[in-house]
């Protein structure tokens, strides 16, 4: 079974730059999808960005040019670079994996992490 563990989120000003991270603890075994979701207080979960074992990513338009996702196989840890970050990216971020790939429907995920929160004031 494979378990996820975010980390790395905080509060932040806006337009500084945040990165978290998720560990994937699963001996050696590496999900070949993974991607990164949030959910703000009173909105459905939405996924942000996720990738593919060969680095292939898919990031939503509405933070297209800010959120950068990247996986390192060898550590299995992905990563969530937020640059230029707007109070509206306040949000529990979630790692999950093992899904669809590319796809950026929660419910195409079957593993998640317990999340990370980002805090952004204005």
């Known amino acids: 079974q494979v378990q996820l563990r975010e980390s790395g989120g905080g509060s932040a000003r806006a337009g500084t730059s945040l990165n978290i991270s998720c560990v994937v603890s699963?001996?050696?075994?590496?999900?070949?999808?993974m991607g990164w979701f949030r959910q703000a207080p009173g909105k459905e979960r939405e996924g942000v960005a996720v990738?593919?074992?060969?680095?292939?990513?898919n990031v939503a338009a509405s933070v297209l040019g800010r959120f950068t996702i990247a996986r390192d196989k060898i550590k299995n840890v992905l990563y969530l670079q937020i640059d230029n970050l707007k109070p509206e990216d306040t949000a529990m971020y979630y790692c999950?994996?093992?899904?669809?790939?590319?796809?950026?429907?929660?419910?195409?995920?079957?593993?998640w992490g317990q999340g990370t929160q980002v805090t952004v004031s204005a």
């Open positions: 699963i001996g050696t075994y590496t999900p070949y999808c």
């Open positions: 990738i593919d074992g060969d680095g292939n990513a």
């Open positions: 999950a994996s093992s899904g669809n790939c590319l796809s950026l429907v929660d419910s195409d995920y079957r593993a």
